[in-house]
């Protein structure tokens, strides 16, 4: 009974763990703290080093984890990855996750040999273990500090930190070879990078067609289609792995296709694996913190904390500035993408690769690794949302998300049910005006359910549901959004929204229900704006786009950098059909 009783306790304070970690997150969210950090400080303060006494040294079952976690984050992230957006920033992206990771871990190798007298192969594997970026943390905080990226920069950060992972665990693996065998080859080792890769790219594609068919074509059992597609993504990593390929980027890629594929259930899918990799994220966070020894840190405090500096300050940049060269970046966004390149589970889950091969001195590896994510993120971390307004990459968020309501329509998968409740001020109250691909089809008044009819004029207060494709629903909450009017009217008539110039104009159309050419719909505002007005733009000038009047906000050197969005007034939108075919005829003329 003994027995059972030990396995009772470890149970509820494994829980306990959990479930403090669940609630510091949101002291964190309120201060403005990385997650990781709360989740890998709760994890050593509840370890055996600290005065939570727990005595964990289980670096298999930690490994096993922080696999599973791994997994579910990189599907996840995929799944949520437009592949228009993946195309548009595949080429920068995946230079940054290969020839990045790798400039990284050259530089960052002479200085571990010298502050930590290693020799150069370990010196290698400690550059690889910190060379990739883990970029959740960062949208996790800039979510919550109400900041919007350029839509290039966080479509580039995105891409780059579901992509380089796989690098960075190939490099890791082969200079653990190295040093456990001694008798590789540099050779062999592209040969086998290459192979991994494609072999990679082929299951991760595969199997994400095989479980988008099965999810379509099975007739499961309600509630069972989301726990099947996180253990179906399980199953594409494991496979790549056991066939010696890249497990991680299969399953990225895998929820790649997934994403961008019409699917029952898409919104339990996306609802159950936010759960679900919040869950192991905290349970991978507060189990590497448990194999943390504040006191045999400090015999390589020094060196870890200068090879922190040097890959925060010199490194990273040196990088960034290089791979993103030949793709027109300006130099805000490499400056701004450097700062956000954040380290964190990955780096403590590739470190925990020695501890588990028994190589010589890993626990130096893993200890460096662990001050450098927690320098990253007190340093980056609390940092970002401060450079991102500096650098001019993003704006604060004025207009706080609705209460978005998805329900999915069996029988069907092109159409989902979408609700929301509709404020005071916003957009739709004040304009009536939503895009041509979402219909409304019942308004829940005072707990009673009418039709648009019968509910027209909509009141604030009511709850309103349309019908719309599942991949534009996110694009109705910004005619949803309680917007505080102006203190004073602004002559120049700001807009109702405002996005960045580079922002293309099929975004628009695709939201506003224009109709733009094929060739046209990656063509930036900034040069719209230029096109139309056949001049540098100045402050204030404003060019009509079908419905929306697009007003000249910012501008740098002629050119606009952020516009302000008017919609249409009531009355302007009386014949919508008659002024968009003739607005068409005209930008055709004018662009074409």
Known sequence: MASLDAFSIAILLGSLLVLAGILSSLVALRFGAPLLLVFLLLGMLAGEGGPGGLKFDNVGAAYLVGSIALALILFDGGLRTRLATFRNVLAPAATLATVGVLITTLLTAPVAKLVLDIGWLQALLVGAVVASTDAAAVFLLINSRGLRLRPRVRATLEVESGTNDPFAVFLTLILVEFLLAGNQSWSHALVTFVRDTVLGCIIGVAGGRIITLVLNRVALPQGLHAPFVAVSALVVFAFANVVHSSGFLAVYLAGLVVGNRQTRAHNSVVVFLDAVTWLAQIVMFVLLGLLVWPQRIGDSLFGAVAIALFLMLVARPVAVFLCLAPFGFQWREKLFVSWVGLRGAVAIFLASIPLLVGLPTAYLFFDVAFVVVLSSLLIQGWSVAFAARKLDMSFTRSDPLPRRVELDLPGQLTREIVGYPVPANSPFLRRGLIPNWARPTL??????????????????????????????????????????????????????????????????????????????????????????????????????????????????????????????EPEETADLGGRLKSWWTRLQKRIG
């Open 443 to 568: 308004v829940v008044r005072d707990e009673e359910i009418l039709t648009p009819a019968e509910a027209h004029p909509v009141r604030e207060g009511d709850y309103v549901y349309l019908l719309a494709p599942p991949e534009k629903a996110q694009a109705l909450d910004r005619f949803f959004v309680k917007m505080s009017p102006p203190a004073s009217p602004d002559p120049r008539l700001l807009g109702d929204f405002f996005v960045q110039g580079d922002a293309a104009l099929g975004a628009l159309a695709d939201i506003y229900g224009l109709q733009v050419a094929a060739d046209h719909m990656e063509v930036p505002l900034a040069d719209f704006f230029t096109g139309q007005l056949r001049r540098p733009a100045r402050t204030g000038d404003i060019v009509q786009l079908g419905p929306i009047a697009l007003l000249a906000h910012k501008v740098a050197n002629g050119r606009v950098t952020t516009v302000g969005l008017r919609l249409a």
